[in-house]
Structures are given as structure tokens and as C-alpha cells.
């Protein structure tokens, strides 16, 4: 099993320019869950998914982010525009429904916006 | 101006003591506690869990105690080795989709 999966693992971008992280959660787990992590804030829980359906949104910041998952292997988290304070760390996890064993993390996505 | 992060706890421990890592959490309807270690660079990696019904597990050199009463979760860490260095995490389960709610963390660090 290669755990979950993310792309970019670093990604510098302009502000104002769209950017798209990718996720592969784990085989057979039904419940995604995109995190952002900073010194500010330490991990904060942006969306989840169950079975891809969007569970719960209320972590996003703001309408110019937003969440996908299409099929139960893939999910994107989009920033469109980005800004400087967007910069953080964002974590793709899975879990089994339920979070029977608590989740997997991904290496995570280093994004920096200049 | 200045930017300010979270104030991480700090525990300093000499390789080859015991460590102790505490939390408390807030929701008294959590049947479900993990604890984390996250190394720098990496995502948070699971350590050990415990449910509800239960007040003690043990783990390799690691135990995690559970006390519903005063809402605490602790994580003992037997014979610290420099490998256990990382900011340390505990979340409890807060519905049934798995949503974990994550503490601040303690940062450990381990001295020869």
C-alpha cells in the first residue's frame, strides 16, 4: 500500500494565480479529509468527504477555495485566486468510514504564494 | 509588525527517560482518541488509540491513558530515544464520519 498519495509535494506560485492540490487517498477508504497546517493556526480541518460526497465545508476559508472528488480514488483542493496568507502547509488524510484506525496522512503540499 | 504562531508546550526529556505528554479535551460525548507524532517535514503519522471503554492501552514503548472523568488523555513514552522527537498530537473522534478534532500538540525534544 502506498498510503496517500499527494501533488505537488512543493508548489511556489504568484499571488493572484490559480493552484490545484492533487490527493489519492487509500484503497478502500471512504472518508477524505483536506487540512491546512500553519504556525498561526497549527492543523485546521478545511473539508471532508464521505463516499465523495462533501461532508462538511464549514472549514473553508473562503469562496475562493473549493474541494472536489469525483471518484473514490482522486480529490483536488483548489485556490483560485491565491494570496500571500494562503501559505501553509495542506494535508490530504483518508480513514475508513467511521475512522476505525483514525486517519492516514499524506507528506502533504508545501504551498507558498509570493 | 511581528507575526506571532502558536506557543507550542515544550517537553525536554534525556534520551533514555520516560515521557509524559498530556491533553485534555473538551467533548464529553468522544468515544474515540488518537495520538499523533509528527516528525518536521512529514504529515502527522499515527502512534496509538483508545476507545472509551477503556482507560489504558499499551502499545511498543508506548502507553496512552484515558481518563473520561476529568476529560485527559496522556501519552507515555518508555525509554525516549532521539527518534522520538517531533511536535506530538492528540484528537479525539467527534462524529461518525471519522472527524477528529486536533489539540495544539507538544513539541518533544529529546537530549543525549
Known amino acids: 500500500d502506498a498510503g496517500v498519495i499527494q501533488s505537488p509535494r512543493h508548489e511556489v506560485t504568484e499571488m493572484g494565480q490559480e493552484v490545484t492540490l492533487r490527493c489519492k487517498p487509500i484503497?478502500?477508504?471512504?472518508?477524505l479529509f483536506w487540512y491546512r497546517q500553519t504556525m498561526m493556526r497549527g492543523l485546521e480541518l478545511l473539508i471532508y468527504?464521505?463516499?465523495?460526497?462533501?461532508?462538511?465545508d464549514s472549514g473553508m476559508p473562503e469562496d475562493r477555495f473549493s474541494a472536489k472528488m469525483p471518484n473514490a480514488s482522486f480529490s483536488t483542493l483548489k485556490i483560485q485566486p491565491s494570496e500571500p496568507r494562503d501559505s501553509a502547509v495542506y494535508f490530504c488524510?483518508?480513514?475508513?468510514?467511521?475512522?476505525?484506525?483514525?486517519?492516514?496522512f499524506g507528506s502533504g503540499t508545501r504551498l507558498t504564494v509570493v | 509588525g511581528e507575526s506571532v504562531g502558536l506557543h507550542l508546550p515544550t517537553l525536554s526529556v534525556q534520551e533514555g527517560d520516560n515521557s509524559i505528554i498530556n491533553c485534555a479535551y473538551s467533548n464529553s460525548a468522544s468515544d474515540y482518541f488518537i495520538w499523533y507524532k509528527q516528525e518536521s517535514g512529514k504529515g502527522p503519522q499515527f502512534i496509538i488509540d483508545?476507545?472509551?471503554?477503556?482507560d489504558k492501552r499499551q502499545g511498543q514503548r508506548v502507553t496512552v491513558l484515558l481518563n473520561k472523568t476529568v476529560k485527559h488523555l496522556s501519552l507515555q513514552i518508555a525509554a525516549t530515544q532521539p527518534g522520538d522527537s517531533a511536535v506530538y498530537f492528540c484528537a479525539d473522534e467527534t462524529d461518525s464520519w471519522g472527524k477528529l478534532q486536533f489539540g495544539a500538540g507538544t513539541q518533544v525534544v529529546v537530549t543525549p
Open positions: 483508545i476507545r472509551s471503554n477503556m
Open positions: 484503497s478502500g477508504h471512504n472518508s
Open positions: 468527504f464521505n463516499n465523495n460526497v462533501p461532508i462538511d
Open positions: 488524510a483518508s480513514s475508513p468510514t467511521g475512522g476505525q484506525r483514525g486517519y492516514t
